[in-house]
Structures are given as C-alpha cells and as structure tokens.
C-alpha cells in the first residue's frame, strides 16, 4: 500500500501534538512514511518538533520526521500540505479581539472586525503557502484549515483558482458528535445531514439516520431547552466560554425553529448579547494563552527534558480524525460526503453563484462534488448576502489595497452598527497591523 508523505504547515501551532498522536493512531487507514512541520517561528516550532519526535520514535519509529523553517525542504516530496497557520499568532488575536470591544462591536477570532483584521493578515501568507506546494511538489493536496476560513476561501479562489486546496472546518463536526449524542448514537456518522450557509454562518435543514428516518424533531426539542449543551462534550471545546456558545444556541435556534444553527450565529443575531458578557480587558485569546498554549508547551517540555512521552497528558485529538477523512477520500476516491467550503456555482439556486459557500459535498480523487441545496429561505439569503460581501469586499481590499473597500466591508457586517463606528475601529485595526496588511490607500 502506497504510504504518503505530508507536511503541516504552522507547525508551531497548538493543535500540531493532537494531531500527530490522531495520525499515528490511524495509520492502519492512513499509512504515513513522512511527517515534516513547517513553521516561520523556528523558537515556536523546536518546542513542538521536539516533542513530536519523541512521540514518533515511540510510536512508529519507520516514520521520517523533520522540523524545518525552510520551505523548499518543508514542501519537497509531499502528497498532503496540513495547514493551519495562525498569522500574527496570538497577540494579534489579542488585539483582534479587544479593539471591537472598546468600541461595544464583538471581538472575535473569525467574526466581525477582528475576523476582517486577521483575514487580512492570513491572504499573504496562505497563498504564499500555495505557491511553495506548487512550486516543490505540484501534485500535492491543501487541506487547509487556517482561518478565518471564509476569507481565506474567498481569496484563494480569486487569486489560485485552480490550485489544489479544500478548505474545511471543524465546528459543524463538533456540533454533529453533540447531536449524536443527544440522540444515542454511536457516532456522528450515523448521521446523514442537509446543510449550507457560509462558514461559520450556516444551517441543517434536514437529518436522518442512514435507514432514513427524521432525526430533526427530536433534536430540535432539544435544542430548544439546552441548547447543544450535553454532559460529555468533545475534548476541544471545553473551556466555560464554549459552553456558554453551546446554550446560546438555543436562542438562536428560536429565530429560525425550522433549522438547526450553527454556534457561530450568536455572534450575527445577538451580537449585543455578547458584548455584554465580553470581558474587555479578558478576551478568549487571553483564555487560550493561559489555557490550552499553556498546557500544550509544558507537556512538549517535559516530553523534551524526560526524553519520553510516559505520564505525558497530551492526548489524541480525535475529532481531528476529519482531516484523515478527506485526505482518505482524495487518496482512496472515498466518495465520502462531507461538509466542504466551495464555490457555489448553482448550488443554492437563489444565491451567489461566484460565493464561496459550505455545503455537503461528494470528495474522490477529483476534489469535491458540492451537492444541490436548491432555493433557500429570504431570511437566510439576506443574512448570507450581506456576509458574503463582507468576505468579498474584504478580498478586493486586500488585492487593491483600497482603504475604502475595507471601511465598507466593516459597515457592511451586522457586528458593526455605523459607518462611524466602523471608521473609528478600522483605524485602529490599521495601525495594529502594520508590517501584515497591505497599505492601504
Ligand atoms: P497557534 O498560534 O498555536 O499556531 C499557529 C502557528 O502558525 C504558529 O506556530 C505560528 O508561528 C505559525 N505561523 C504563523 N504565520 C505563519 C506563516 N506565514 N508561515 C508558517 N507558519 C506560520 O494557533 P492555533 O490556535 O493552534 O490555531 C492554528 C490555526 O488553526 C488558526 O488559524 C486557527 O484559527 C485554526 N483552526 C481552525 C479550525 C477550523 O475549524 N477550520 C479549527 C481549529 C483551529
Ligand atoms: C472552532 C472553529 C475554529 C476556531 C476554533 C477556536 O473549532 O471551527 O474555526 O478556530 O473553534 O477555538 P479556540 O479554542 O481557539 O477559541
Ligand atoms: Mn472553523
């Protein structure tokens, strides 16, 4: 059986141990003969490099590993290109996230202006990471989960059309394994889902199990008293800020009880909720600092200094197992559907044809195959109207280097209530991101 090669680029990150240990663990459906990180922090990487080898050497000791801050060794001889990088890392977060809030807006990592910031940070550098796959190893796959997703999507589909990238993201996955488990099941793919929207900014319309049968009445019941709040969620989203989005879940689900939502619409429908119950000097940047970056360097250190993984804490992170998912399904022509961010073209019948949309799609060899959603309703379709020419404006700006472009894209979103205000916060976001963003003119 051919064994494959791959490199995760922002290797540096937080998730980088999780997701080793996940594909050590499913070698027997994903045979690996290399695994290199790439990162541009070479500091930040060495930690984690360091500890992954160790779990490599002690787990499957035929594997190649490398570290490297050099791309043409990082991206030579490679099938897959895993990346999720963080650009600006987490004090641009910080940033991201606190300036909206001085100013009453949301601030969120993906959402509103703090979104808009770090898609402008992220267009650079991802398609930077497109060229370095296509130049060193041009029959490579992107699985790209680096966000904010949407922009990134936009981008890449504007500027490398037809490059081998698949943007994918895991909050409808963390949702579904919660859904299967409000109804019994063993696992989220005993569910088969109708979905669309916009990442971060979507819908279920309709869920059956696989003989056919309506799953959607009992899972709305639910949802309409707990939200998607369950006893024993996933590993990732666990901190007391997550459970809050899970129980505001059943206040968005009220606005439209003819669907299931998307966590990420709180930050939409109720965005004065949120700011309310925002810290603004501590923001979830500060959480994941003091939280999951914490924890994921010390382990790798003491992983490092003990030259073993033995009464490590760092486990495997298995709903990660999605990206083993789709890389199976171009590798193997799995066929299997998954939930994909894609251009449109006809999709929904009613909407965009040009917008980069997350939908169910059939992934084989050839990419993915978006299936048909039809027409959808007038309060989706204006709400997906006016996100996506945020996502879209924010691209123009970015390619024209127009001021104006990204002063509209923040008037346009619904975080944002003025032009004022959205002046008044671009500004700010301007001189915080000097030396990432394009200048503007
Ligand atoms: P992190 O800051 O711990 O890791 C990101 C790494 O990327 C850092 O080591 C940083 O040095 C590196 N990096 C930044 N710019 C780079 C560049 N130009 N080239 C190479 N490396 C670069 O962040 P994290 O919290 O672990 O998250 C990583 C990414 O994954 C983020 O974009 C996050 O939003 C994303 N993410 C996406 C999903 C999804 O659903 N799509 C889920 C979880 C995380
Ligand atoms: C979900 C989303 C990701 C996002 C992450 C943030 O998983 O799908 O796109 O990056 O949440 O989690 P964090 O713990 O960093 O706030
Ligand atoms: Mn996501």
């Known amino acids: 059986m051919k064994k494959f090669s791959i490199v995760i680029a922002g290797g540096g990150s937080t998730y980088t141990p999780g997701i080793i240990l996940m594909l050590l663990d499913n070698l027997d459906r994903f045979p690996i003969r290399k695994i290199k990180l790439y990162d541009n922090d070479k500091d930040r990487q060495d930690i984690i490099a360091g500890a992954c080898e160790i779990l490599i050497k002690e787990r499957a000791p035929e594997i190649e590993f490398l570290a490297t801050i050099d791309p043409e060794e990082a991206f030579t001889d490679i099938d897959f290109v895993m990346a999720h990088i963080r650009v600006g890392k987490y004090a641009m977060r910080e940033l991201d996230e606190k300036i909206p809030l001085k100013y009453n807006v949301v601030g969120q990592e993906t959402c ?16 930077e ?10 029959n490579a796959w992107m699985l790209n989960y680096s966000n904010p997703a949407a922009i990134v999507a936009e981008a890449t589909r504007r500027l490398r059309p037809k490059s081998k990238v698949l943007n994918i993201c895991d909050m409808p996955i963390g949702i579904e394994n919660r859904m299967a488990k409000i109804l019994g099941l063993e696992s989220r793919k005993d569910l088969i889902v109708k979905y669309y929207g916009l990442n971060h900014f979507g ?17 709305k019941e639910y949802v309409s008293k707990h939200g998607y709040v369950i006893d024993d969620g996933d590993s990732q989203h666990v901190d007391p800020s997550w459970y809050d989005t899970f129980a505001k879940a059943k206040d968005v689900y009220a606005v439209d009880p003819d669907t299931l939502p998307n966590t990420y619409l709180k930050y939409y429908l109720f965005p004065d909720y949120v700011v309310q119950h925002s810290n603004k000097e501590y923001t979830r940047a500060n959480e994941v600092m003091d939280g999951r970056e914490k924890f994921v360097f010390s382990e790798c250190r003491k992983i490092i200094e003990n030259k073993s993984s033995k009464d490590s804490k760092l486990h495997i992170d298995e709903h990660a197992s999605y990206i083993v998912d789709l890389a199976r399904a171009i590798a193997y022509n799995t066929q299997e559907r998954m939930l994909l961010i894609v251009e449109n073209q006809g999709a929904i019948e009613n909407f965009d044809p ?25 309060f989706q ?8 020419s945020v996502e879209k404006l924010v691209v123009d700006a970015w390619i024209e280097g127009s001021y104006q472009k990204l002063w509209q894209a923040l008037t346009l979103s619904k975080t944002v209530p003025s032009a004022h205000v959205a002046k008044l916060i671009l500004d700010e976001l301007i001189e915080a991101n000097k030396g990432y963003w394009p200048e503007l003119k």
């Open 112 to 127: 509103g202006p703090g979104g808009i910031a770090y898609g402008m940070r992220s267009i650079g550098p991802i398609i």
């Open 129 to 138: 990471l497109i060229d370095y796959m296509e130049r060193y190893s041009p």
């Open 203 to 219: 819908w279920w319309t309709d869920i059956r199990d696989r003989k056919g049968n309506d799953l959607m009445p009992k899972l």
């Open 381 to 388: 379709k204006g709400l997906m109207e006016q996100q996506v």
């Open 354 to 378: 040009t917008a980069m949309v997350e939908i169910p799609c059939i992934v084989g060899s050839n990419g993915p195959e978006p299936i048909r959603i039809g027409r959808i309703p007038q």
